[in-house]
């Protein structure tokens, strides 16, 4: 019996968005190793520097842990300590998620995202570039992934948020269906 559940069709869709924003953004760890094997070949052997593209290291590392936190919030790779968590029922380790999400992570992510605001929009206003010469001219789109982050953490806040009520309310099982009729 396949019951269409409005909550675990939501925790399914921003799940399956979490990972697909997570495995695109990954891409930029192999990248960033290419670039940062040319920085050093160029630099030290053919004794050439090369400002931007030492400027997107930055960049794609900055990308990979803003643009990844949703990501590994849904793996549950976030630092937790775990004294008194991991011996718990998945009830009351629901109950334990349930606060943070409402009490830590949508709050902080809330406050993340206003108090970035007007820092991104002035970068954005005036187009901000590299302080270096010969740097890359769009500092402005690295200063927006400090709106896509916690835009991210609240999407898959709400993803968790979601599973957890389902946990508690003996429905967890319809997440753990879907999920295993279609892999990602």
Request: net charge negative; glycine share 8%.
């Amino acid at each position: 019996m396949n019951v269409k559940n409005p909550l675990a069709t939501l925790v399914k869709g921003l799940d399956c968005f979490s990972e697909w924003t997570g495995r695109s953004i990954a891409w930029l760890t192999l990248l960033m190793v290419l670039v940062t094997f040319t920085v050093v070949v160029m630099r030290y052997v053919l004794n050439i520097g090369n400002v931007q593209l030492q400027e997107s290291i930055i960049y794609m590392h900055s990308f990979v842990f803003l643009l990844g936190a949703g990501y590994t919030l849904k793996h549950d790779g976030h630092v937790r300590v775990d004294i008194f968590y991991r011996p718990l029922s998945e009830r009351g380790k629901a109950i334990i998620n349930l606060i943070g999400i409402l009490i830590l992570l949508l709050p902080v992510s809330v406050f993340i995202l206003w108090i970035s605001w007007d820092y991104v929009i002035f970068s954005w206003h005036t187009l901000e570039g590299s302080q270096e010469a010969g740097g890359i001219e769009a500092i402005y789109l690295l200063k927006t992934s400090l709106l896509v982050m916690p835009v991210l953490m609240i999407l898959q806040g709400i993803a968790e948020l979601g599973r957890n009520i389902l946990v508690l309310a003996g429905q967890a099982h319809l997440i753990e269906e879907d999920s295993q009729e279609h892999p990602v």
